[in-house]
């Protein structure tokens, strides 16, 4: 069915490295992307966002990638920090739609 | 920097009894929204909510669920009669603008026993 999806529930970074999360989207209609992080016991907290006009969007040590030819996004952290543990979540809002609609999510633990 | 908040930030009920679960927005926003998370479950949509009435809602918000904005800060999720599959955390969101950005609060643990 039409979802958003991530390839990986689970990724183990060294510290000082750079972390790679991947998602896979199925409708094409979307045109609005948005990645999340949420730490335990707290809500999703924005990162970055990208809209279906772009192929690529750099904020502050994360990037995020839109390849619209394979549904496909992916969100690189630069010189992963402990700080970065956290389950991100990609999601899409849909072309005239509002809501968000989340990806499971991937863990992503900091090596020391 | 401002932020969501949502009160309180754990809600224990006995089934069947109403819950009120209350947030209030980013002050200048205008677009309100509902998000629930299951235990190791991804965050699912409720209910959106523009210009004092809903704009789209999902399956789960059913007849026991219904929101409210009593004043120009307050923002609330109601459910009539709570069921054990009611046991979440219950996200709040505002945004300035539709398809744009939406800011989520910490969020309410609810516990259905």
């Known amino acids: 069915g039409e979802s958003v999806g991530l390839h990986l529930p689970t990724l183990s970074v060294q510290e000082g490295d750079n972390s790679i999360i991947n998602c896979a989207y199925s409708n094409s209609a979307s045109d609005y992307f948005i990645w999340y992080k949420q730490e335990s016991g707290k809500g999703p907290q924005f990162i970055i966002d990208?809209?279906?006009?772009?192929d690529k969007r750099q904020g502050q040590r994360v990037t995020v990638l839109l390849n619209k030819t394979v549904k496909h996004l992916s969100l690189q952290i630069a010189a992963t920090q402990p700080g970065d543990s956290a389950v991100y979540f990609c999601?899409?809002?849909?072309?005239?739609?509002?809501?968000?609609?989340f990806g499971k999510g991937t863990r992503l633990h900091i090596l020391p | 920097e401002p932020e969501v908040t949502q009160t309180p930030s754990h809600q224990v009920t006995q089934m069947g009894q109403e819950v009120i679960l209350r947030c209030v927005p980013i002050?200048?926003?205008?677009?309100f929204y509902w998000y629930r998370q299951i235990l190791g479950q991804k965050v699912e949509f409720l209910v959106s909510f523009y210009n004092n009435e809903i704009s789209e809602k999902s399956e789960i918000f059913d007849d026991q669920f219904s929101v409210e904005r009593p004043d120009g800060s307050n923002f609330t999720l109601k459910i009539r009669s709570t069921k054990l599959e009611d046991s979440a955390m219950y996200f709040c969101?505002?945004?300035?603008?539709?398809?744009?950005?939406?800011?989520f609060g910490a969020g309410t643990r609810l516990s259905v026993l």
């Open positions: 969101a505002s945004s300035p603008r539709t398809q744009n950005i939406q800011y």
């Open positions: 990208i809209r279906s006009n772009m």
């Open positions: 999601a899409e809002i849909r072309n005239r739609d509002d809501k968000i609609i």
């Open positions: 002050s200048n926003h205008l677009y």
